[in-house]
């Protein structure tokens, strides 16, 4: 029986699952396991509010500019406060970073600091919203790497690989919570009724034949000849997989959940249209790195186009990245092909 079976029809919330999990770990402190709860805690009160986004009350904007330049939707400013609110306080983190806020989120100093960090994307596809369309949050974990004072800068710009945990929610037609420690994906449903997440999707692992591409192909006239290669490979019967269908909602953690559970490639190329983009749209510390992790739990992979996401070593906290994520043979082709382009151009 796989371990996934071995939780069929068995009816168990998340606070449970996780610290069963904390329970293989001995020399687990809890601190993880709790910060997984308020996490847990924080995707039901932002669900409070998402399935509310068509009311007068929260419609509009809130009129500030984020750091991207980008109009800061109230949800999105609800969401922000909601995660940091919950987390400030805690003594279990030294600093948070969300894409949201320009520096780092320092720990108030009336509160102790502990030892992780958390990264953070607090409402994803905000222009999505009005519009009733899917919308995430994304979360990353590390453990802190300065050793004393309050955290710094340093311990947000750590390589993926070093996540201790990542996950999103997804505020969908149900509300889902999808997180990994490094032990398997496991996906949880948000029974309204009840007010809690259960256990619906145990140890989830990428299907070996992949149905979805999906990529902005609003954007094809811009973009490299190697992308272009790619979606053409993608489009047609290969021996190693058939052709495709393409889906793509443009709403990162939708995209990304509905090729996780049927198999596909989500890209986000550098594309020549926007110079202000030259790396991609999408961000590498709390967007492409904890979705990385998640992939490569799943049995999958995530590559910029030349190498893993998760060994990149961050340089500033809002960089963006060119991302390729879904099953391993896809975003190996995906850097296949970019590098023959390259190569051919160069020569
Ligand atoms: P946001 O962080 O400003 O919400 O933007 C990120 C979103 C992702 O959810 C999505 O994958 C992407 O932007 C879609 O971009 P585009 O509209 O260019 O296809
Ligand atoms: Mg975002």
Known sequence: MTDAQSYMGKLITIDRYILEQQQSHPEATGTLTNLLYDLALAAKIIASKTTRAGLAEILGSAGEENVQGE???KLDAFAQRTIFRLNDHT?????????????????????????????????????????????????GIYRRKTTTGRGALEDVLQPGRALVAAGYILYGASTMMVYSTGQGVHGFTLDPAIGEFLLSHPHLMLPAKPKYYSVNQGYQPYWAPGVQAYTAWL?????????????YIGSLVADFHRNLLAGGVFYYPADHKDPQKP???LRLVYEANPLAFL???AGG???DGARAILDIQPEQLHQRVPLFIGNRILVEQAEMLLHQQDATVAA
């Open 301 to 303: 992979y995530a590559s």
């Open 91 to 139: 003594g279990r983190l030294a600093v948070m970073a969300s894409e949201e806020v320009e520096d780092v989120i320092p720990i108030p100093e009336r509160f102790s600091v502990g030892p992780y960090v958390l990264v953070f994307d607090p409402l994803d596809g905000s222009s999505n919203i009005d519009m009733n369309v899917s919308i995430g949050t994304v979360f």
């Open 235 to 247: 489009q047609h019967d290969t021996p190693e997989k058939p052709g495709l269908s393409l889906r």
């Open 295 to 297: 992939i490569e739990q």
């Open 71 to 73: 109009e800061v939707q």
């Open 279 to 281: 790396g991609g749209k």
